[in-house]
């Protein structure tokens, strides 16, 4: 049976909260909605909500889930949202596990492949959210018609297809994006 998800708009605005010009889109989304994502999300990571629960209340919330957690069991390592996204878009050099990570540019200045565009853009790029100066998620984004969409991996769980404010409340209020190529 189709779900239909909750209608619920957010509201967005432009702030420089790096200090460097570099744009980024604030938005303000039920703070209530996001932390029921966040448990959600956790609980399915340990098992403490039924399968059914986890995919209809995500499905309620208009977030999808496009792959399952299980495929990264057995690494000897944590396979998290910066390397997921960096991987997906065909740049491991600037995930932790390579090198130096993602996070100098994002601060301070482009790098090879990768370099900031102003909101919004229309594909080939990489979504980064902030809470306040600091950077904590990555994601990818999807064009779909006329919607930009976001897929990213949530902590040890699932990678999730979402529009852009329904993230966990950890991630923060902030997204910037990263156009992919030269």
Known sequence: MAHKPLEIEADFS?????????????????????????LLNNMNCVGEVSPVEFYR???????DIIEDK??????????????????????????????????????????PGISWVPPVPLGDAIAVYFNGHVPTHFGVVVVQGDEILIDSKW?????????????????GDYIGFFKVGD
């Open 155 to 171: 902590g040890r769980g699932n990678v999730y297809r979402h529009s852009p404010e329904k993230v966990p409340l950890a991630y």
């Open 57 to 63: 209340e995500m499905g309620r919330f208009g977030v």
């Open 14 to 38: 432009v702030e420089d909260i790096l200090g460097n010009g570099r744009i980024m889109l604030k938005f303000s989304f039920n703070k209530e909605i996001r932390e029921r994502l966040y």
């Open 70 to 111: 299980s495929k990264y069991f057995g690494h000897d390592y944590f396979y998290d949202c910066q390397e997921w996204a960096f991987d997906k878009v065909g740049l491991p050099q600037y995930t932790s596990r390579e090198g130096d990570g993602a996070i100098d540019f994002v601060l301070r200045k482009d790098l």
